[in-house]
DNA sequence: CTTCGATCCTGGTAGC
DNA sequence: TGCTACCAGGATCGAA
């Protein structure tokens, strides 16, 4: 599932891809991939032909293309989706949703940019930018924190928030009005990482937890773009987050069963929102009932 | 205002 | 073999 590592991964693959580049052509081939763009399928392929394309931006899990007018192209990966550069001529994917074509590509085997999606949670939409906002981020996401790796995200104001609420740690780090970027998979490695269990309420988070807590946030997503990272100067810009190479580095997600890297106590899944938080049961207490 | 659960989607897999 | 049930989960929406 593609969290912030994934994305930003996509993001400097598309930089290195398809920055600089005129679009000719946007074929949407399911409406649900630009269910986003309230104006329909066919004038977000309008709106978007001729327009040259600018340096990717990243906030949390989303990416945005900034066009030249002040506009942008909005892409969320969602659970499945990934933006794939292929030479014009390889075979469309079963779940290619949008194509986009481009000026400079005058044989069929030069790159187009393609979204592709599954579960179709994903999308692409075309957005003004929030007035002066010097990244040009879409209005649309003006809601959404910063994320940890942001260099204007306040730690201070984070903890703040935690101390305000009336919520579990788990809950915060997922909601993207307080920090971005983490879901479900870098969550419960923060947590494991900082011996916190995921029910523990955000108002008993002393300012060194936080601290601690965010500081783990960010070694984890380091350490995956890391790895990551290191794939995206091929010709396929091909993330998905599901990327079988940083899951042997998790701790807690996915480990049910395995003993914990620190105790040897066997890892626990429990359902927790209509997903699963995987947590070692001796390292990772559960607070004590009020 | 905050909190929280339901909902969208589809392919893979477990179970019968 | 073929069917059903369940699981993965980010963001949004509406109820309390």
Not at 53 to 78: F, Q
Not at 153 to 174: C, G, I, N, P, S
Not at 241 to 246: A, L, N, P
Request: glycine share 8%; with cysteine.
């Amino acid at each position: 599932m593609p969290e912030l590592p994934e994305v930003e991964v996509v993001r400097r693959g598309l930089e290195r891809w398809i920055s600089g580049r005129r679009i000719r052509e946007v074929e949407v081939l399911h409406p649900r991939a630009v269910r986003r763009h309230l104006a329909g399928g066919e004038d977000f392929a309008a709106a978007l032909a001729g327009h040259r394309v600018g340096v990717p931006h990243r906030r949390g899990k989303y990416l945005w293309i900034p066009l030249t007018d002040g506009l942008s192209v909005l892409a969320h990966l969602g659970m499945s989706g990934q933006l794939l550069v292929q030479p014009g001529d390889a075979p469309d994917e079963r779940h290619l949703r949008v194509r986009i074509r481009f000026e400079d590509a005058v044989s069929p085997s030069d790159t187009e940019l393609r979204f592709v999606d599954q579960r179709t949670f994903g999308g692409l939409s075309l957005h003004p930018s929030v007035p002066l906002d010097p990244d040009g981020l879409p209005d649309v996401i003006a809601h959404i924190a910063r994320d940890p790796l942001d260099p204007a995200f306040d730690d201070e104001a984070f903890h703040q928030a935690l101390r305000r609420r009336r919520t579990t740690v788990k809950r915060a780090l997922l909601d993207q009005s307080l920090v971005s970027g983490v879901g479900n998979i870098y969550a419960d490695e923060a947590l494991w990482r900082s011996r916190l269990h995921y029910e523990r309420p955000t108002a008993t988070l002393t300012r060194p937890r936080t601290s601690e807590l965010l500081g783990h946030v960010r070694e984890v997503m380091r350490a995956a773009l890391d790895v990551g990272g290191t794939s995206f100067d091929s010709l396929y810009v091909n993330v998905n987050g599901e990327s079988g190479y940083f899951d042997r580095a998790l701790d807690a997600y996915g480990r049910e069963g395995e003993p914990c890297a620190r105790c040897g106590t066997a890892i626990r899944r429990n359902p927790w929102m209509n997903r699963s938080s995987h947590y070692c049961p001796r390292c990772q207490r559960p607070p004590r009932l009020t």
